[in-house]
């Protein structure tokens, strides 16, 4: 399944979910890292997955870090038949993807989900975690493809988010290599900007031509050019 379009939306964000509902987003990533009414946004979870999983939408979770101690509560809430994988922040070792695969698979039995059938990009947002993109993706044979984070990875860098993203020249480069050299996606950080589209067709068209296979938007506006952009492949 090739994900041109992942559309990050708050988890409690119900006029956001609806808009991302009729979008024509290839996925939707429901957000519930460093939410402070996650109970609230968890017990509609499932009702909102099913919901987007009608309207055609690919339907992914970002949970809270593993450091939270929110991490298995969240998936607890979310995972099922209709939900596609798990977006997770901040990846920066091996030991971290084992781990989740073990919380994703306790839930996976917990709800009749076939095991290993949930898919899991980790988010490269650290230097740390670019350094050791191979070892993720080699740790559970759930990995689909590595998502680049561009505002978490600037901010470890200790530099601004730029229009050009010439900060993330270098993870772009990193990411795009090592999901070619296992055959998973390797998707974009997400243009910064909602009302530059001419930055987000350049950003978006540069992306493509460096190996990048899809791209994290921020806003339904930003769904149709990225869908163009990365549509056919090659």
């Known amino acids: 399944m090739q994900m041109r379009s992942l559309l990050m939306v708050s988890a409690d964000g119900e006029e956001a979910i609806e808009q991302a509902r009729r979008s024509q987003a290839d996925a939707v990533v429901l957000d519930l890292e460093g939410m402070a009414t996650t109970d609230e946004a968890r017990s509609r979870l499932r009702d909102r997955i099913a919901s987007l999983a009608e309207a055609g939408r690919a339907?992914?979770?970002?949970?809270?870090?593993?450091?939270?101690?929110?991490?298995?509560?969240?998936l607890a809430a979310a995972v099922g038949p209709r939900l596609t994988g798990v977006i997770f922040p901040r990846m920066e070792a091996a030991g971290q993807v084992r781990e989740l695969d073990v919380l994703i698979r306790e839930q996976e039995l917990r709800n009749e989900v076939k095991a290993g059938s949930i898919l899991l990009l980790p988010q490269i947002e650290s230097a740390r975690g670019?350094?050791?993109?191979?070892?993720?993706?080699?740790?559970?044979?759930?990995?689909?493809?590595?998502?680049?984070?561009?505002?978490?990875?600037a901010a470890d860098l200790g530099v601004p988010r730029s229009r050009?993203?010439?900060?993330?020249?270098?993870?772009?480069?990193?990411?795009?290599?090592?999901?070619?050299?296992?055959?998973?996606?390797?998707?974009?950080?997400?243009?910064?900007?909602?009302?530059?589209?001419?930055?987000?067709?350049?950003?978006?068209?540069?992306?493509?031509?460096?190996?990048?296979?899809?791209?994290?938007?921020?806003?339904?506006?930003?769904?149709?050019?990225?869908?163009?952009?990365?549509?056919?492949?090659?």
């Not at 670019?130 to 561009?150: N, Q």
């Not at 900060?167 to 998707?187: G, T």
């Open 130 to 153: 670019l350094l050791r993109c191979e070892e993720i993706v080699l740790a559970s044979s759930r990995i689909g493809g590595l998502s680049l984070g561009g505002r978490g990875f």
């Open 59 to 74: 339907v992914f979770l970002r949970p809270n870090g593993l450091d939270t101690g929110l991490t298995r509560d969240d």
């Open 164 to 234: 050009d993203g010439r900060e993330l020249l270098h993870a772009r480069y990193v990411v795009a290599n090592c999901c070619a050299a296992y055959r998973l996606q390797a998707i974009d950080a997400a243009f910064p900007s909602t009302g530059d589209a001419a930055g987000l067709l350049a950003d978006a068209e540069f992306a493509k031509s460096i190996g990048l296979k899809g791209k994290n938007v921020i806003d339904p506006s930003q769904v149709d050019a990225v869908n163009r952009v990365f549509a056919g492949g090659d």
